[in-house]
C-alpha cells in the first residue's frame, strides 16, 4: 500500500483542501493518504477554531485515512521547524511520496532553489544579517536576501507563503536524507491570506474564520465552501462546547500571565528575547482585549504571527530550556484517527516504524509528550468550565477516531 | 497628639469594630486612632470583600484617622509575621499605645505568657516539634504544646485566636523593643470565626460576609450588625464594580496557573512545601470551583487558611526567594487615607518618621513596594474587565482618600 502524506492544519478542512487531497492521491499514485495535523495551536500562533478530535473527524470523511498529531514544538514553529517535524512523521510512518499546494506549482523548481541556497549558504545568511540590521522581520530579510541572490537564476518567488513551507518541506527532506518523493499541486485561487471569498466553492480558511466570527455570521454563510460533513461538524461543536476557540478567550489568561510575572520570568520563555517581556507586561495592563493588546506590541520587527506564537508559549509556559534539543526530529506518532483503510495501514506496517505509535495519551508515560498534554490544558480554557473540562478529560482518555470508509 | 494603633482588616468594618476603636481611645487616652490595615488580600488566604480604598473610607467614617497599608509580605501570613509588620509600621509613626481586641481581656496575663515562652523557648519548640511529628497543623501543635507546659501557671489561653494574635503583637514589641504601651478589649459577643449572627447588633466579619454572599442574600440583612456609611459604601461598591471579591472570582487563574505549571516551578513559590504542590496540579485538574478544589486538597495537616494563603501566593506569583528577609520589619508606611486630625498629626510628625510615608504609588520606584503592586494587580481580576482595569489605575492614581472629621 502507497501512502501519501500531505502536512495540515484543516482549520477548519474546506473544499480546497478536499481538492489538494484528491490531486494528491492521483498525482502520487497512492492508495491512502497520511495527514500530519497541528493539535490545539496553530502556525500563526493561534488557537485552533475546534478540537483536534473535530478537525480529525472532518479530514477523515473527506478523504484523509490517518491522522497523526504535528506535536507542540513543532506545530507553533516558522516554517524550517514546522517542516522538520511534519517531515520526519511522514518519513516514520513509512510514506511514499508527501504532496504538498505551492504558488509555483513545479517540484523541479523547489529541488533547483534547496540545492542552491545550500550551495550558496554563508553568502545569503550574511545577505539575511544586514537585511535583519535595517530592522525588518526575518520572513521579510530571507526574501528581500534571496531575490537579490537570485535574480537571474529562475528560482521559486519566496515572498509567497506556500512556496516557503514547501521549500522547507523539501530542504527537511533532503537534511533528514528521507526516500520521500516531494510533489507539489499548485494551489487554486485562493491566496493563504485571504481574508474575501475569492471563488463560488473554494475559500481561504482564513475567510471561512472570518465569516464563523463575525458577529451577524451564521454557519450557512461559509455552507459553499466547505464539504457538508464539516459544516455539520461544525455547528456540532459549536452547539455541544458553546464556542470556537479564537484569542480573544485566552485572553485574561495571558493577560493574567503577563501581569503576576517578573520580566526575568518571561524571559525564560522560548521565544522572548531582546526586551520584547517589558513592552508584552506594559502592554497587557493597558489592554482591554487581545487585538488591541498586538497593536500595542506590535512593531516593524515583530510580525503579527512572530507575536502571536511569542504570546503561545507565554499561555503554555513553555520555557526555552524544555524546547532546545526537540526541534529537529518528532520522537513519537500521536493517532489521532483513521478509516478502515488506515487502520489496515497500521496494522501491516506499524511493526517497521521506528517511532512510537501512540494510541492512547493514558497508556504513554514518555515525558516528550508534556508539551502536547500542557498545550491541550491550556487550550480547554478557551471553552467555559464545564465544557473545558470535558475537553480536558477527552484528551487523556480519547481512543483514536475511526471512520469506516 | 496621643495616637493609638489598632491593627485591622474591617472585612468589612461592622458595629464590633467601632466599639473597638471607642474603647481603645478611651483606654488608651488617645487623641487619635491609626489602623494598620491589610490590603487586597487577608490574613486567612482570602481576597478582601471590597477594595482597601472603599475599608479605608469605611474606617475613616467610623472612627480612625490615619490608615496605613500592612505591606503585603505581612500581610497574608501566619501570626508572628503578621505581627510583626503590623507592630514595626504602629512603631515607626510613633504610635503611643496599641490596642487590640482579645478573649483574654488581661493584658498582664499576655506580658507574663510573653516572658514565660521566652524563657521556656527550647523546651516549647521540642514539644512542638513532636506534636507535628503526630501529623497536627502547627496552630494546633503549638496550643497543644503550650498547653502541656503551662498549665500549672495561670497563662493565656492560646487556642482562641485573637489571644494569639494580640500574643503576638506583645511578643513583636519586645523584640522590637518598641516603647509603645500595650492595651486589651475583651471581645464583646461575637467570635472571630461565627457564621451566625450572634446578638441584635454585633456580629463577626465572617458572618456578615457570608450573609453578603448568601444566594437570597441582600444588603438589608446585615444593617443592623454595620455603621449607615459601611452599609452604604458596600451598595456603592456593588454598584460601582459590580460584584464582591471572593475567591471563586479568582479561581479560574488559580486553575491556569496550576495547570500549565511544572510542580518545579511551583515550589519556588512561598510557602509551598513537602510535595503540596503536586496534590494542588491534581486537584486543579479535576475541579470545577474553590471550594470542591480546596475540599480536594485539605488534609488534617494543611489547615484550610494555610492553604489559602499558599493559593494567595501561587495567584501573585510570589517567590520564596523574594520574601526572604523582608519578613520582620515593614520598610515603608503606605498611606490609604486620613481625617482632618489625621492629618494635622501627620504635618506634625512625619519629619521623625523613621520609614518613607508614600503618598501616591506612582511617586515611589522602590523595588520593596513591588509585591503589594503585584498584589493590586492580580486583585483586580476579580472583577469584570472593565471595572478591574479602573481599579488596577487606582492603584497608582488616588491620593489618599481624605475625610473631613
Known amino acids: 500500500m502507497k501512502a501519501v502524506g500531505v502536512i495540515v492544519e484543516y482549520n477548519p478542512f474546506h473544499n480546497g483542501h478536499a481538492y489538494h487531497l484528491q490531486a494528491a492521491k492521483e498525482t502520487a499514485h497512492a492508495d491512502l493518504a497520511v495527514a500530519v495535523m497541528s493539535g490545539n495551536f496553530l502556525q500563526r500562533g493561534e488557537p485552533a477554531l475546534v478540537s483536534k478530535w473535530y478537525r480529525t473527524k472532518m479530514a477523515l470523511l473527506s478523504g484523509v485515512d490517518i491522522v497523526i498529531e504535528l506535536p507542540y514544538p513543532f506545530a507553533t514553529q516558522k516554517a524550517e521547524t514546522f517542516a522538520n517535524g511534519a517531515v520526519s512523521i511522514l518519513d516514520a510512518i513509512g510514506c511514499h511520496s508527501l504532496c504538498f499546494g505551492s504558488e ?207 504570546c503561545v508559549h507565554i499561555l503554555t509556559n513553555t520555557k526555552k530550556a524544555e524546547m532546545s534539543g526537540t526541534l529537529e526530529k518528532a520522537s513519537y506518532l500521536r493517532l489521532l484517527g483513521m478509516t478502515r483503510r488506515g487502520k489496515e495501514y497500521l496494522n501491516k506496517n506499524k511493526s517497521q516504524f521506528n517511532l512510537p505509535l501512540i494510541s492512547k495519551l493514558s497508556a504513554y508515560k514518555e515525558n516528550d509528550i508534556s508539551l502536547d498534554v500542557k498545550a491541550s490544558r491550556v487550550y480547554s480554557f478557551g471553552l467555559g468550565k464545564q465544557n473545558g473540562n470535558i475537553l480536558l478529560q477527552q484528551e487523556f482518555k480519547q481512543h483514536p477516531i475511526y471512520v469506516e470508509r
Open 104 to 310: 509555483s506549482g513545479e517540484i523541479s523548481t523547489f529541488q533547483k532553489t534547496v540545492d542552491y541556497m545550500d550551495l550558496h549558504k554563508d553568502c545569503l545568511d550574511e545577505k539575511i544579517k544586514m537585511n535583519i540590521k535595517t530592522g525588518v522581520s526575518f520572513p521579510k530579510a530571507l526574501s528581500l536576501s534571496f531575490q537579490s541572490l537570485s535574480s537571474t537564476e529562475n528560482l521559486l518567488s519566496l515572498d509567497k507563503p506556500n512556496n516557503i513551507l514547501g521549500f522547507h518541506y523539501v530542504k527537511a527532506l533532503k537534511k533528514q536524507k528521507s526516500s520521500i518523493v516531494p510533489f507539489t499541486v499548485k494551489r487554486k485561487n485562493a491566496d493563504y491570506h485571504d481574508e474575501h471569498f475569492a471563488t463560488e466553492t473554494i475559500a481561504s480558511a482564513t475567510s471561512i474564520r472570518k465569516a464563523l466570527f463575525a458577529p451577524t455570521g451564521n454557519n450557512s454563510s461559509i455552507e459553499q465552501y466547505v464539504p457538508d460533513t464539516t459544516s455539520t461538524l461544525l455547528k456540532e461543536y459549536l452547539n455541544g462546547y458553546g464556542n470556537f476557540h479564537e484569542w480573544e478567550n485566552y485572553w485574561s489568561f495571558l493577560r493574567f500571565r503577563l501581569i503576576h510575572s517578573t520580566p526575568l520570568e518571561l524571559r525564560e520563555i522560548y521565544e522572548v528575547e531582546e526586551g520584547i517581556e517589558n513592552r508584552l507586561i506594559a502592554a497587557a495592563l493597558e489592554s482591554f482585549n487581545f487585538k488591541e493588546f498586538m497593536e500595542k506590541v506590535k512593531t516593524k520587527r515583530y510580525t503579527w504571527t512572530r507575536l502571536q506564537r511569542i
